[in-house]
């Protein structure tokens, strides 16, 4: 039986909780429009899949994408509007039944336009079409709720922290996705690399999500919940990130309900890294 990794859209998604925020004149950490407005940011990630099939025997899966993502600033309606292009992008997930599913950036037409408020909080515009093939590879939706971190939108002093949740659906052309992530964000301080004085934040939290799709004509569902830890680093000069590092342990379970099997047990482990091109 041909399993689908529906949890694979996390590629695009919790592996890249991070994005540019800006400390404003007064002290407040919150988002305003970048001094550079457009960039290019690299995000990678990797995910390794274990089902445990009962008699059937156990099931491995892995999955690996690299994208290029060019994002432009703005000033939007409610806060600042982000215009991402996908220039490359290269998902592949493993298949115990069959070939590796593949995604590349031809699968995707057409930019992901949302905006983000003083805190991060996500509202969609409009997003490029994908593939049916692609889809449960590729996810851009995801990134206009996920890849940005959730900033306190006022004051904030080294050790203070905020905590956040971060709740969405995805509708896709044979299923869907429905996420939630409550998550804790603490200012750390300044840190210097390469001789910019950047600030440090960490965050870690708890992540849940049940998606559905089509697999061999029957409709196939996921559901995982679990941990997730990550840090990132911003340049207020700038008001840019320039560094996002992430990982999440998850369990659950994946059911055909058709079939008329038992759900089997399911782990997911994934990291994943967000860096500005060019430093």
């Known amino acids: 039986m041909k399993y689908v990794a529906f949890s694979a859209i996390l590629l695009f998604g919790l592996s890249a909780c991070s994005g540019p925020g800006a400390v404003s004149p007064s002290g407040g950490l919150m988002y305003t429009v970048p001094a550079t407005s457009s960039v290019v940011y690299v995000a990678e990630s990797s995910q390794d899949v274990f089902i445990d099939a009962g008699a059937m025997g156990s099931m491995n899966m892995t999955g690996n994408s690299e994208s290029e993502l060019a994002m432009a600033f703005a000033t939007g309606t409610d806060g600042v509007q982000v215009t991402t292009t996908f220039l490359k992008v290269s998902a592949s997930m493993s298949q115990p039944m069959g070939g590796a599913q593949t995604a590349s950036e031809s699968d995707v037409d057409g930019e992901l336009v949302f905006t983000i408020d003083k805190t991060g909080n996500g509202t969609l515009v409009s997003a490029p079409e994908v593939t049916v093939t692609a889809e449960q590879l590729i996810s851009p939706v995801a990134l206009a709720y996920e890849f940005f971190p959730r900033l306190p939108g006022g004051a904030a002093s ?94 659950g379970s994946v059911e055909v309900p058709a079939s008329g099997m038992p759900a089997f047990p399911m782990t997911i482990t994934a990291t994943g890294t967000v860096y500005l091109q060019g430093g």
């Open 158 to 251: 080294p050790g203070d922290m905020w905590t956040d949740t971060i709740q969405y659906e995805i509708v896709m052309s044979q299923g869907g996705l429905s996420s939630k992530s409550v998550v804790t964000y603490t200012l750390v301080g300044d840190t210097v690399v390469d001789g910019l004085t950047l600030l440090h934040v960490t965050y870690e939290g708890e992540a849940e999500a049940v998606g559905s799709g089509a697999t061999e004509g029957m409709e196939a569902i996921q559901s995982f919940s679990g941990d997730l830890t990550g840090m990132f680093l911003w340049d207020p000069a700038r008001s840019l990130m320039v560094f996002n590092e992430s990982s999440q342990d998850l369990d």
